[in-house]
T-cell receptor
Framework: AQKITQTQPGMFVQEKEAVTLDCTYD???????LFWYKQPSSGEMIFLIY??????QNATEGRYSLNFQKARKSANLVISASQLGDSAMYFC???????????FGAGTILRVKS | DSGVTQTPKHLITATGQRVTLRCSPR?????VYWYQQSLDQGLQFLIQ???????AKGNILERFSAQQFPDLHSELNLSSLELGDSALYFC???????????FGSGTRLTVV
């Protein structure tokens, strides 16, 4: 079974608008972490935001926020005020327990239109 | 600079050959992870080392092997290369008990 599911292969958003990238996960662990990474066309993996399973507040980092719904096992990334530079592939990932590997979803390609 | 150094950045080699990819983790990080990113398989976890010991194994082919040295750098060896091994290979490192993972810029391997 897929541990991380990203159902949107591609998304378009108008510049300056907000966009939500979906991510659902599957785990039986009580302790886990959820991550979002950005991969621009240059290829590097850029860490965006982290949410721990015990965190009560949704994580925020600048224009990025994570809409964490534990009961639904979803961890959607919200990008506010989209910029042209946000055009990239976005990956959702999960770590079960501590010190363990990250498991990645298939990714969502985001294109920001001017 | 993320702090994780991968060399070389690009590698072009012929089928049947053997290559070695190198990774130096961020200072203080004991864990090293190797990932393969290809168009058809996405980001696949290959193997993890922690302080010189193999900790977890993923979808790593028998033709592939890795090790982590006492200075904590790691090498991924790919042998009997096939066209399908063409991919972007990432190394990431993390601290013990920490939640952050730092990725290197990757090695793009092209097998011709």
């Amino acid at each position: 079974a897929q541990k991380i599911t990203q159902t949107q292969p591609g998304m378009f958003v108008q510049e300056k608008e907000a966009v939500t990238l979906d991510c659902t996960y599957d785990t039986s662990d009580q302790s886990y972490g959820l991550f979002w990474y950005k991969q621009p066309s240059s290829g590097e993996m850029i860490f965006l935001i982290y949410q721990g399973s015990y965190d009560e507040q949704n994580a925020t980092e600048g224009r990025y926020s994570l809409n964490f719904q534990k009961a639904r096992k979803s961890a959607n990334l919200v990008i506010s005020a989209s910029q042209l530079g946000d055009s990239a592939m976005y990956f959702c990932a999960m770590r079960e327990g501590y010190g363990n590997k990250l498991v990645f979803g298939a990714g969502t390609i985001l294109r920001v239109k001017s | 600079d993320s702090g994780v150094t991968q060399t070389p950045k690009h590698l072009i080699t012929a089928t049947g050959q053997r290559v070695t990819l190198r990774c130096s983790p961020r200072s203080g990080d004991l864990s090293v992870y190797w990932y393969q990113q290809s168009l058809d398989q996405g980001l696949q976890f290959l193997i993890q080392y922690y302080n010189g010991e193999e900790r977890a194994k993923g979808n790593i082919l028998e033709r592939f092997s890795a090790q982590q040295f006492p200075d904590l750098h790691s090498e991924l060896n790919l042998s009997s290369l096939e066209l399908g091994d063409s991919a972007l290979y990432f190394c990431a490192s993390s601290q013990q008990g920490g939640y952050g993972y730092t990725f290197g810029s990757g090695t793009r391997l092209t097998v011709v």
